[in-house]
C-alpha cells in the first residue's frame, strides 16, 4: 500500500509539472545587476536625558533642502525591467546600459560593444556583440530572452535585420515597442514563415495575431529585414519590404524601452543575432 501512495504522488507531481509548462507564456528574461554589498550600521549609545528642557532654537527646526538632481547611472545592469516614474520628479529614472538622450533616434550597427546594450552570459540564456551583430541566446521552453534600450516613444518605427543562426525554426525574432517594467507589444517572425504580434502585460505573454507569409524567408541561417510601426492603435510588420500584418489594439498606450526578444514557443533553444538597428519617433 505505501508503495503505490509513493508511486501516486510522483505521478501527480510530473502531472502538475506538465501543466505548468503548458499555460501561457512566462516572463520576459534579461540579465541581472550584482547584489549591493550590506554595510554594517552602527548602535546608538545611550545619551543621558537633560534636567531641563532646553530652549528651542532656530537649528533645531531648520529643515533640510533636498538637492535638486541627482546623476543618472549610465551603464548598470538591471534585473529585468526597471520601473519608471509616470512624471517626472527630482528623482533620477532608472535606465539600462547605454542609454542616451531618451526620445533621440536609436541607430546601431553592433560594431562597437560599448555602444550600450547588455553584455551577460548565462546557462539559460545570453546578449553579447558577435561578428559586427547583436547575439541573444535562448535555452528556456516557451519564454523570452530580452534586451532593451531608454527610449520615450509612445509611437515608433523600428527596422533591423533578423538572422536565425541555429536551434529550434519555431523560435521567432522580435522588435519590443511601448515597453515598459512588465508590459510590451512584440512583432517578429521565425524561419518558418511565420509572423506573430504578442502583447505582454504583467509579465504575462498572449498571442494577439499569427500568420503565415510567402515574403519570409525560412531555414536556419536566413536573415529577415523587418519593420515594425507602432502608431497610435495601429500595430503593424513588414518583412523584406512585403507589409504582412496591421492589425488594432489600444491596450498599451505609452513606453519607455525599445529592444529585441529571442522568444521560443513549443522547442528550444535557439540563437538568434540583430544588425542595422533603427529606432525612431515617426
Known amino acids: 500500500m505505501t508503495v503505490l501512495n509513493q508511486t501516486s504522488r510522483k505521478i501527480l507531481l510530473v502531472a502538475i509539472l506538465g501543466l505548468v509548462f503548458l499555460v501561457g507564456g512566462a516572463a520576459c528574461r534579461a ?6 554589498t550590506p554595510t554594517e550600521t552602527s548602535v546608538p549609545t545611550r545619551t543621558t536625558r537633560p534636567t531641563q528642557p532646553l530652549p528651542p532654537t532656530a ?3 531648520a529643515s533640510t533642502l533636498r538637492p535638486t538632481s541627482t546623476p543618472i547611472p549610465t551603464a548598470t545592469l ?22 542616451g538622450d531618451t526620445d533621440a533616434p536609436l541607430i546601431d550597427t553592433f560594431g562597437d ?3 550600450g546594450w547588455p553584455i551577460s552570459s548565462e546557462d539559460m540564456f ?37 538572422t536565425h543562426v541555429s536551434g529550434s525554426l519555431s523560435a521567432y525574432g522580435a522588435v519590443t515597442c511601448r515597453k ?10 521565425n524561419a518558418q514563415g511565420e509572423w506573430f504580434i504578442f502583447r505582454t502585460v504583467n509579465n504575462e505573454r498572449e498571442l ?7 515574403a519570409i524567408l525560412q531555414g536556419e541561417g536566413v536573415t529577415n529585414r523587418l519593420q515594425v510601426k507602432c502608431l497610435g492603435p495601429i500595430l503593424s510588420l513588414t518583412v523584406n519590404g512585403t507589409e504582412v500584418v496591421s492589425q488594432l489594439d489600444s491596450f ?31
Open 126 to 162: 545570453g546578449f553579447d556583440y558577435v561578428d559586427g551583430t547583436y547575439e541573444i541566446y535562448n535555452n528556456f521552453f516557451n519564454e523570452d530572452a530580452c534586451a532593451s534600450r531608454t527610449r520615450d516613444f509612445n509611437n515608433v518605427i523600428i527596422d533591423v535585420d533578423v
Open 113 to 115: 560593444p560599448a555602444s
Open 59 to 61: 537649528t533645531l527646526f
Open 180 to 189: 515598459t517594467e512588465l508590459d510590451f507589444y512584440a512583432l517578429g517572425v
Open 252 to 282: 498599451l498606450s505609452r513606453g519607455n524601452f525599445v529592444g529585441l526578444i529571442n522568444g521560443t514557443l513549443g522547442d528550444s533553444p535557439a540563437v538568434m543575432r540583430f544588425d542595422n538597428f533603427y529606432a525612431r519617433a515617426p
Open 78 to 99: 538591471v534585473p529585468r525591467f526597471t520601473p519608471i516614474p509616470p512624471t517626472a520628479t527630482d528623482t533620477p529614472l532608472p535606465v539600462f546600459a547605454g542609454a
Open 31 to 36: 540579465p541581472e545587476t550584482p547584489a549591493p
Open 208 to 214: 494577439l495575431f499569427r500568420g503565415e507569409d510567402s
